[in-house]
């Protein structure tokens, strides 16, 4: 019996990146878009790493795409690459052609979606969560540009799962929690930062922005070593000193970038705010000022010089 394909739901960069690295492995693809069909090929420029020095190549991919409504077979693996808002939804558009037992994986950031996907899926379906810091840049519907080497780690979302072998060799780890409390504290920091005050992410690290800074990360330690944190021991090494290296060698390596919620907002999109600084807010133990200001800053667009004006005098 042949394996059955590999169904990426999502179109986005990292919806295609991933699509073309599983073909890249040897791994049949579907590929299921929403609005945009990006045809039959997709073509990446990719970098490699020879000898610590990045190289950029280009490849093509013959892929084939449908909408979820298209689709005919039954799949025993999906991966879906969605904004966090999106992932249930994007989850039950494929379910009907999901095996009962398939693995379901997803790609997303910041926490609570994840949660939320756990109680739509199947009894016997595997639910594993991904992070990833690979960058990459959709250029049009069919070209992506891999702008920086990263990693992608999957792991059972379910602790009672960690016997099952995750069906990718190579990217399975136990610790995902700890991994995506990791990514999330510098996506607090990083995103609403940059997209408030229309950052490349390298500049929050000028001066100016210095005890804004301080006071955020000051405020991400009190609830990630707090003990009534819901992830509490998965987030007790996140000090202030770990989180300040963390913030700034991401800002350092992607210093031209622009981060995905200064893009959403720059473009008039849904951001991911409600599952990054709003998930924070919901589940701190300790009341977050910080974060707040970060929250408003992005939902409400009417407040935001005012916003800067507060988080520039922070003390």
């Not at 069919?142 to 099952?164: C, M, Q, R």
Request: aromatic share 8%; hydrophobic share 35%; net charge neutral.
């Amino acid at each position: 019996m042949k394996p059955s394909p590999w169904l990426v739901v999502g179109s986005g960069a990292i919806g295609l990146f991933w699509a073309c690295k599983l073909k890249s492995l040897g791994h049949k693809v579907h590929l299921v878009y929403r609005s945009t069909d990006p045809g039959k090929k997709i073509t990446l420029d990719s970098l490699v790493d020879e000898s610590g020095q990045q190289q950029a190549e280009t490849q093509t991919y013959k892929i084939k795409t449908f909408t979820a409504s298209t689709l005919e077979k039954q799949y025993q693996k999906v991966l879906l690459c969605t904004k966090s808002f999106d992932l249930v939804e994007a989850y039950q558009q494929v379910s009907e052609h999901l095996s009962d037992e398939a693995d379901i994986v997803c790609l997303c950031n910041g926490l609570g979606a994840q949660d939320q996907l756990q109680k739509q899926i199947k009894p016997e379906q595997t639910l594993w969560a991904g992070v990833t810091s690979e960058g990459v840049l959709k250029i049009e519907p069919n070209h992506i540009k891999h702008t920086g080497l990263g990693d992608t780690y999957f792991g059972p979302w379910l602790p009672s799962e960690a016997e099952k072998a995750f069906p990718l060799e190579g990217f399975e780890v136990q610790n995902i929690h700890q991994r995506i409390l990791e990514k999330l504290a510098v996506n607090a920091v990083i995103n609403p930062i940059t997209a408030i005050f229309n950052l490349h992410n390298g500049d929050i690290l000028n001066d100016e922005f210095q005890t804004l800074m301080q006071a955020t990360l000051t405020e991400l330690e009190r609830v990630f070593t707090h003990p009534k944190f819901a992830y509490a021991k998965h987030s007790q090494h996140l000090s202030y000193d770990n989180l300040k290296n963390r913030v700034s060698t991401v800002a350092k390596l992607t210093r031209l970038n622009r981060s995905s919620m200064f893009e959403d907002m720059r473009l008039q999109r849904q951001t991911e705010n409600d599952f990054i600084s709003g998930f924070l807010m919901k589940n701190s133990p300790v009341k977050l000022t910080v974060q707040a200001l970060l929250y408003e800053g992005i939902n409400q667009p009417d407040s935001r010089p005012e916003v800067q004006k507060k988080l520039l005098s922070l003390t």
